[in-house]
């Protein structure tokens, strides 16, 4: 399990690191300096093109344990390893984590604060779209026009994020509850009891993306990844019913598997 800060931005100190270590159960607790001593590096970044001024895009350090100092909540301070999850809670609240506290910004609009002093204004990465001259043009000509700024954060996760949503939802369509009737054991509990499609099974996705920025919280953001998951369930289902619309079948039940198909196609040829 990992220890996180629980502050968004300061310099942090790691006290009764060997007192952690001598618990029962531990086996190991590593920090930052111990990944650097193993010769573990940064994290790779997504693969970003470059900004709309043709700019190369800011790339921050991302350590997979924070050394010294952390810029947001949640940031893995100490990885530890013991034999059962209660053991390795009791270590980690045996690590007294000292951060001296450093000024911290929760909006988008003109932060006091940086986050990362190397980044101009905070902005890593900037996208545009079409033409904004002549957009201008037209809005300076229109006889009502209304203009808004909207904001994507880490447009690039979330594309990644919800393809992989849809494809989830297309292998899920198999998806059944089924347990031993001998021992009660549940025999599909996981994803790994099915099989999921992979990314040459699927076609190419075209979906329309109308982003808004909420009211709700300062940063104006929302979850976005989850969105793949509205209608392709729906969709592939619909895709099924009509595969076999031909043959007379226009409903079919979830799970679609292959003996549900096969039954369904037999029933319908009166077999």
């Known amino acids: 399990m990992f220890l996180r800060s629980d502050y968004p931005a300061g310099n942090f100190e790691l006290r009764d690191l060997q007192a952690a270590r001598a618990l029962p159960g531990v086996l190991a607790i590593l920090t930052a300096d111990d990944l650097t001593a193993d010769g573990i590096g940064l994290l790779a970044p997504a693969r970003l093109p470059n900004?709309?001024?043709?700019q190369p895009v800011h790339v921050p350090p991302y350590p997979p344990l924070a050394a010294k100092a952390v810029h947001h909540v949640g940031a893995p301070l100490v990885a530890v390893v013991a034999e059962t999850l209660f053991q390795a809670q009791a270590a980690a609240e045996a690590i007294e984590v000292v951060i001296e506290a450093a000024p911290f910004s929760v909006t988008l609009d003109q932060a006091a604060v940086l986050v990362w002093n190397s980044a101009p204004k905070d902005r890593v990465f900037t996208h545009a779209i079409g033409d904004a001259m002549a957009v201008s043009a037209?809005?300076?000509?229109?006889?009502?026009s209304e203009c808004?700024?909207?904001r994507r954060q880490n447009?690039?996760?979330c594309w990644r994020q919800r393809d992989a949503l849809v494809a989830r939802c297309v292998g899920s369509r198999r998806e059944a509850i089924l347990y031993d009737p001998a021992t009660g054991q549940l025999l599909t509990g996981s994803f790994m009891d099915y099989p999921m499609p992979r990314a040459t099974d699927l076609p190419n996705l075209a979906?329309?993306?109308r982003p808004t920025r909420t009211v709700a919280n300062p940063l104006g953001g929302k979850g976005a990844g989850?969105?793949?998951t509205v209608g392709?369930?729906?969709?592939t289902m619909s895709a099924v019913a009509d595969?076999?619309?031909?043959?007379?079948?226009?409903?079919?039940?979830?799970?679609?598997?292959?003996?549900?198909?096969?039954?369904a196609i037999q029933a319908a040829s009166g077999r």
């Open 51 to 54: 900004t709309a001024d043709g």
């Open 138 to 144: 037209a809005v300076a000509t229109a006889a009502l």
């Open 148 to 150: 808004a700024t909207l």
């Open 155 to 157: 447009t690039p996760w």
């Open 207 to 209: 979906i329309l993306s």
């Open 226 to 228: 989850e969105a793949g």
């Open 232 to 235: 392709a369930l729906g969709s």
């Open 243 to 263: 595969a076999l619309a031909p043959l007379g079948i226009h409903h079919v039940d979830m799970p679609a598997s292959p003996c549900a198909l096969w039954t």
